[in-house]
Nanobody, 125 residues
């Protein structure tokens, strides 16, 4: 079992920055990949970013490349999503997720083994 808890969401103006955190517990954190997804009402949950257990490989949705950065601190069992140059269309509930397959860098939400409860990010224009 893996438990995930996100934090850091809030209200920010367009062009601003926000950093989300997700603390994991229950398994050795460095052995599995971590991901961020987001969802807005009426839409499917979409992939945002992923990072392998060692942090050596990352993957990003085209819509956030160059603006968002995913990184992890395995000593703190925490994965982060640094979001810069935020746009109103980034408004969503952001979820962290864990895929226990070693080295996974998938973009598919259905492949995730565990999910957090989400944190709301609102970007005002």
């Amino acid at each position: 079992q893996v438990q995930l808890a996100e934090s850091g969401g809030g209200l920010v103006q367009a062009g601003g920055s926000l950093r989300l955190s997700c603390v994991a517990s229950g398994r050795t954190f460095s052995t599995y990949s971590m991901f961020w997804f987001r969802q807005t009402p009426g839409k499917e949950r979409e992939f945002v970013a992923g990072v392998t257990g060692s942090g050596s490989r990352t993957n990003y949705a085209d819509s956030v490349k160059g603006r968002f950065s995913i990184f992890r601190d395995n000593a703190k069992n925490t994965v982060y999503l640094q979001m810069n140059s935020l746009k109103p269309e980034d408004t969503a509930v952001y979820y962290c997720a864990a895929d226990l397959r070693p080295g996974s860098i998938t973009t598919i939400g259905g492949a995730m083994d565990y999910w957090g409860k989400g944190t709301l990010v609102t970007v005002s224009s």
